[in-house]
C-alpha cells in the first residue's frame, strides 16, 4: 500500500503535458475543441462536469444528456511540450484554427 504522502508526491512530479482535444457526438455529428494544460486529466474533469449537468457549454451539455456517454468520443488533436505550449493569442490561434477544421464549436 502506497504511503498517501508518497502518492500526492508522486503525482506532483508526474510529467504534465498540455494539447488541444475535441470531442465528437457520434449520435448528432457535432464537434467541440478545448484546451488543457494538463491532457491527462482533461477527460475525467469534463465527464464529471458533464455528469454533474454543469458544463458551460450548453450544446455539449445537451448532447451529453440527450446521447449520453457512449455517444461522446474523446480524442487528442494536438500536443505540445510543456515549455513551449502556446499562449494568448497564439492560442486561440491555434484553437481557431482546430475549430474551422474540424467544424466544431468551443468546448
Not at 502506497?2 to 470531442?23: Q, T
Not at 467541440?32 to 449537468?53: A, C, E, H, I, K
Not at 449520453?68 to 487528442?76: K, R, V, W
Not at 502556446?86 to 468551443?106: S, Y
Request: charged letters at 25%.
Amino acid at each position: 500500500m502506497i504511503d498517501r504522502k508518497e502518492a500526492i508526491a508522486a503525482y506532483r512530479k508526474r510529467e504534465v503535458i498540455p494539447g488541444i482535444y475535441a470531442l465528437h457526438c457520434r449520435a448528432t455529428g457535432q464537434r467541440w475543441v478545448g484546451y488543457s494544460p494538463d491532457m491527462s486529466t482533461v477527460q475525467n474533469r469534463l465527464w464529471f462536469t458533464l455528469r454533474l449537468g454543469s458544463h458551460p457549454s450548453k450544446d455539449l451539455q445537451a448532447a451529453w444528456n440527450d446521447s449520453g456517454a457512449d455517444a461522446l468520443l474523446f480524442e487528442t488533436v494536438e500536443r505540445f511540450d510543456a515549455d513551449k505550449a502556446p499562449a494568448g493569442a497564439a492560442l486561440q490561434a491555434c484553437l481557431a484554427r482546430w475549430r474551422g477544421a474540424l467544424n466544431a464549436l468551443p468546448a
